[in-house]
């Protein structure tokens, strides 16, 4: 019960930084709860790295980071039904996902997962990599990771992340599905794309074990597609494009062609 009230409070979390920025970045546009937790991902992950050029990420730290959105949730009282919703349905998704993760594989253990320790342990280190090769082997990734590593969830922190940003892409991808199928719309690109995405989700990427920090960057260069097919070539649309593309390329520098979206 504690890993599943770790996991929700983690989704709780993101998403109430989500709805932050949404609200100062996009001026409340109109971002589905599943868009709004994807770019309160990407907002959490970029403030561990900015953090990170002062202080180490440590317990301290990431717990007054942790903390911050819910006492403003406090103030504002700004979650409804829908919010509740998607976090019962992430939660469940996230849970399932971790518990089934029965493959031993050897990547977090050489690269990940003792990169993530350095972060808490310790502010920027310039030429990392010159110390052993495998610390190049990283992402921003990491930093979502390392940043939800606090007094109130432990260690299962650095655990979840990962396992949200997936499920939160994924349900954008069956989202925009539903949306397609219960508004009649006539058939459009966008949807074909979705169908096709969520069937390879299902069948490819479905192993928390197997993901490492591929898995979340293709996602995402699959989400900057969607959004792509749905652009009304608006500046908030480029921005989020750039955005996206811009975590994708710190995600894994060989997807740098997610810039030719934006472009």
Same mark, same amino acid.
């Given at each position: !019960?504690?890993?599943?009230?770790?996991?929700?409070?983690?989704?709780?979390?993101?998403?109430?930084?989500?709805?932050?920025?949404?609200?100062?970045? $996009?001026?409340?546009?109109?971002?589905?709860?599943?868009? #709004? %937790?994807?770019?309160?991902?990407?907002?959490? %992950?970029?403030?561990?790295?900015?953090?990170?050029?002062?202080?180490?990420?440590?317990?301290?730290?990431?717990?007054?980071? =942790?903390?911050? +959105?819910?006492?403003?949730?406090?103030?504002?009282?700004?979650?409804?039904?829908?919010?509740?919703?998607?976090?019962?349905?992430?939660? *469940? $998704?996230?849970?399932?996902?971790?518990?089934?993760? &029965?493959?031993?594989?050897?990547? %977090?253990?050489?690269?990940?997962? +003792?990169?993530?320790?350095?972060?808490?342990?310790?502010?920027?280190?310039?030429?990392?990599?010159?110390?052993?090769?495998?610390?190049?082997?990283?992402?921003?990734?990491?930093?979502?990771?390392?940043?939800?590593?606090?007094?109130?969830?432990?260690?299962?922190?650095?655990? #979840? +992340?990962? %396992?949200?940003?997936?499920?939160? *892409? $994924?349900?954008?991808? /069956?989202?925009?599905?539903?949306?397609?199928?219960?508004?009649?719309?006539? $058939?459009?690109?966008?949807?074909?794309?979705?169908?096709?995405? /969520? !069937?390879?989700?299902?069948?490819?990427?479905?192993?928390?074990?197997?993901?490492?920090?591929?898995?979340?960057?293709?996602?995402?260069?699959?989400?900057?597609?969607?959004? =792509?097919?749905?652009?009304?070539?608006?500046?908030?649309?480029?921005?989020? !494009? &750039?955005?996206?593309? &811009?975590? *994708?390329?710190?995600?894994?520098? &060989?997807? #740098?062609?997610?810039?030719?979206? +934006?472009?």
């Amino acid at each position: !019960m504690f890993f599943i009230g770790s996991i929700f409070l983690t989704n709780l979390y993101i998403l109430l930084y989500g709805k932050i920025f949404n609200k100062f970045y $996009f001026k409340n546009s109109n971002n589905s709860i599943y868009e #709004i %937790a994807i770019l309160g991902s990407i907002f959490v %992950a970029f403030l561990g790295l900015l953090i990170n050029f002062l202080f180490p990420l440590n317990k301290i730290i990431n717990s007054i980071i =942790f903390l911050i +959105p819910f006492f403003l949730l406090l103030k504002k009282k700004n979650l409804n039904k829908n919010d509740f919703f998607f976090l019962i349905l992430s939660t *469940i $998704f996230v849970y399932f996902i971790i518990i089934f993760s &029965t493959i031993n594989r050897p990547d %977090a253990g050489l690269y990940h997962l +003792p990169f993530t320790q350095i972060l808490n342990e310790h502010k920027i280190i310039l030429g990392l990599s010159n110390i052993h090769s495998r610390f190049g082997h990283i992402s921003i990734i990491q930093y979502l990771s390392a940043i939800n590593y606090n007094f109130i969830i432990g260690l299962d922190g650095i655990l #979840i +992340p990962l %396992a949200s940003l997936m499920v939160f *892409i $994924f349900l954008y991808f /069956v989202s925009e599905i539903y949306k397609f199928i219960n508004n009649n719309y006539n $058939f459009d690109l966008n949807y074909f794309f979705c169908l096709l995405v /969520v !069937m390879f989700i299902c069948y490819k990427i479905n192993r928390f074990s197997g993901f490492g920090n591929d898995a979340t960057s293709h996602l995402l260069f699959f989400y900057l597609i969607s959004l =792509f097919l749905k652009s009304q070539n608006t500046f908030e649309d480029l921005s989020k !494009m &750039t955005l996206i593309a &811009t975590y *994708i390329f710190l995600s894994k520098i &060989t997807l #740098i062609l997610s810039f030719a979206f +934006p472009i």
